[in-house]
């Protein structure tokens, strides 16, 4: 297990903190507390996923955490502001009904209340306010807003997502 499809997105190390390798970490997730107990991460590093030991993790608030890495020095902890970093994929407990994380449904089909099948999960652009779907249609590309209020069920049997795009969004894309 070293490919990138393997581990989900976490957080990033935005910046050092104090004079002892120290570093600000971003947790890109609703429940930063769930990983401060957390006693090792993996750091993207030229392509390769390296595993990193935590001493200690101590939360900040809003989504910050100061980490120390075990056995680090100072100039190798600085080397790593602005990596991302990750966690196995095995880590994520399960969701049911219609939450779902966005490696689960790449590649299920999407049907849309009026217009049908209108392709295949291919993808999502996060963005700062919301995560946008990307579905291939052919050798087109159609853009839904990743929001409740336009996803409506998620069939995990059927590997299918019904949503209900905003009247006339599909037709700027066929």
Same mark, same amino acid.
């Given at each position: ?46 392509? +390769? *996923?390296?595993?990193?030991? /935590?001493? !200690? #993790? ?7 955490? &100061? ?58 652009? +996060? *963005?700062?306010?919301?995560? /946008?779907? !990307? #579905? ?7 853009? &839904? ?30």
């Amino acid at each position: 297990m070293n490919q990138r499809e393997d581990f989900f997105y976490l957080g990033t190390i935005t910046k050092p903190f104090g004079y002892k390798g120290q570093l600000f970490v971003y947790l890109d997730t609703d429940q930063p507390e769930k990983y401060l107990s957390l006693t090792s991460v993996f750091v993207e590093e030229d392509g +390769e *996923m390296i595993p990193y030991m /935590i001493d !200690q #993790i101590q939360y900040r608030g809003s989504q910050v955490a &100061v980490v120390c890495f075990r056995d680090l020095s100072v100039e190798d902890a600085r080397a790593l502001v602005k990596h991302d970093l990750f966690l196995p994929v095995s880590m994520l407990p399960p969701l049911s009904g219609n939450q779902f994380y966005f490696h689960e449904v790449i590649g299920f089909k999407v049907i849309d209340k009026e217009k049908g099948d209108i392709g295949t999960c291919a993808g999502f652009i +996060e *963005m700062p306010h919301q995560s /946008i779907m !990307q #579905i291939a249609c052919g050798d087109k590309e159609i853009l &839904v807003p990743a929001v409740d209020a336009y996803l409506k069920i998620v069939d995990r049997e059927k590997r299918t997502l019904y949503v209900e795009a905003p009247e006339g969004l599909i037709d700027i894309y066929l």
